[in-house]
């Protein structure tokens, strides 16, 4: 158990760093907004920090702790990301103006797209995502650098970014979690498939 705490914990802080970087991208938007993402994933692999599209690509499915360890993840990530969600909707005074410029065609498209449109979209990211991660471990930045800003001017959804999106709408609009479950589920399910494509293709 407290291993699974230990995890939570560092996957909170994996987070926090995405929620951020989620912040930067809603203030700035456009491809400027797309690159300052980086920040959080640059963050997340330099403290070889727990983020769900980092892990879903290299955890054992046949193993069910590993299963346990993939839901605390996510997990960590959803509470750390939702904080600072909740911290840019109070804290910020000029960030309604800039809200409805920015989450809200995210959350348009999130909510009126069919789930397994979505779904197949997140795969799209979870492919990105794990070469993204598995070479920034290699000190390899540029796909760091460039993968973020491709899933995010594509519009693809991230599981863990969708979250700060989606926390910003529930704590300055009012929205209902409930609206967002479905496509959430679609790319945390979607991610999973994508991540580990590369793997199944016996990419190194």
Request: a positive charge.
């Amino acid at each position: 158990m407290k291993e699974r705490f230990n995890l939570a914990r560092q996957a909170t802080c994996a987070g926090i760093l995405i929620g951020f970087a989620g912040f930067a991208y809603t203030m700035v938007g456009g491809i400027v907004g797309a690159f300052l993402f980086c920040f959080g994933l640059f963050g997340v692999l330099y403290g070889s920090m727990p983020l769900y599209t980092g892990y879903a690509g290299s955890y054992d499915w046949r193993d069910k702790s590993d299963w346990g360890r993939l839901f605390f993840i996510l997990a960590g990530n959803w509470v750390g990301v939702t904080a600072i969600a909740l911290l840019a909707s109070i804290a910020n005074a000029e960030f309604v103006a800039k809200y409805s410029e920015v989450v809200s065609k995210i959350i348009a498209d999130r909510t009126t797209t069919a789930w397994w449109i979505l779904f197949v979209r997140a795969i799209g990211t979870g492919f990105i995502m794990e070469i993204a991660v598995r070479y920034g471990r290699q000190s390899k930045w540029m796909t760091v650098v460039l993968g973020v800003p491709v899933f995010i001017v594509c519009g693809l959804p991230h599981c863990v970014a969708d979250i700060y999106y989606y926390g910003i709408d529930w704590f300055t609009a009012d929205g209902s979690y409930l609206n967002y479950l479905v496509p959430w589920a679609s790319a945390i399910a979607g991610n999973l498939v994508g991540c580990n494509i590369p793997r199944l293709l016996a990419v190194k």
